[in-house]
């Protein structure tokens, strides 16, 4: 049986992340491939006991590489029993968040450094690197107004991470797009700005690309 492919979301808060997921695992599944959707940090769980954690408020908020290690521990956890298991069933993944953002928080928001994350994050993935991974990019004013209107909606507040300050968000930003123009084989910026049926035309052209 051939193996399933593995699709990745990435960009900031707001950016539609979560709301290009879902149209993309319906239209697969309309062309009749199984598919598997999952998030992170989450998935399973254990995974999901993680997410908590990390969406916690603490007097005490966790330093820099707790929360890195929090992070990938949940990764572990996810690619071990839920994508590998998949991939190898022939079932296409997406999932919702994955390495890159991890690069992007901790390495280029955070500050901590590149080569420890690089050698860490391949341990935690087993080694697993996405077939391919739609970068959303929008303007940071966009991704405010998407939040608060998500805000307003389902009466939820923003969490320790969203509500990290300008800067923090400029520098995930400028992250995520070194990252694609380091890997522009795997990694595909697309123009979050607009309608979701624009952003959704755009992914799907893109999805052409897949190996
Ligand atoms: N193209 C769009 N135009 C207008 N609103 C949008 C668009 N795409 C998504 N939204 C809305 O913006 C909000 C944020 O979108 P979504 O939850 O998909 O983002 P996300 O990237 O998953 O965010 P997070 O990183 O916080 O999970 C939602 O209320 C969603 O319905
Ligand atoms: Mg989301």
């Not at 993944?93 to 391949?122: E, K, M, W």
């Not at 990290?164 to 979050?192: C, S």
Request: hydrophobic share 40%; charged share 30%.
């Amino acid at each position: 049986m051939a193996r399933g492919r593995f699709i990745t979301f990435e960009g900031g808060e707001g950016c539609g992340k979560s709301t290009q997921v879902k149209r993309l695992k319906a239209e697969l599944e309309a062309s009749g491939i199984e598919v598997v959707l999952t998030r992170e940090p989450g998935g399973t769980r254990l995974a999901e006991l993680i997410r908590g954690l990390l969406k916690e408020e603490f007097e005490d908020p966790p330093c820099d590489r707790c929360e890195l290690l929090l992070f990938l521990a949940a990764r572990a956890q996810l690619v071990k029993n839920v994508i590998i298991p998949a991939l190898d069933a022939g079932r296409w993944v997406i999932s919702d968040r994955f390495s890159d953002s991890t690069f992007a928080y901790q390495g280029y928001g955070r500050g901590l450094p590149l080569d420890v994350l690089r050698a860490a994050n391949g341990f935690a993935c087993w080694g697993l690197v996405p077939d391919l991974t739609f970068l959303l990019d929008v303007d940071p004013e966009t991704s405010r107004l998407r939040m608060r209107d998500r805000e307003t909606a389902t009466g939820t507040a923003a969490d320790r991470i969203e509500r990290a300050g300008d800067d923090f968000h400029r520098r995930l930003r400028e992250g995520f797009a070194e990252m694609a123009a380091e890997d522009p084989a795997r990694i595909v910026k697309i123009d979050a700005s607009g309608t979701r049926d624009e952003v959704w035309e755009r992914i799907w052209t893109s999805l052409k690309r897949i190996p």
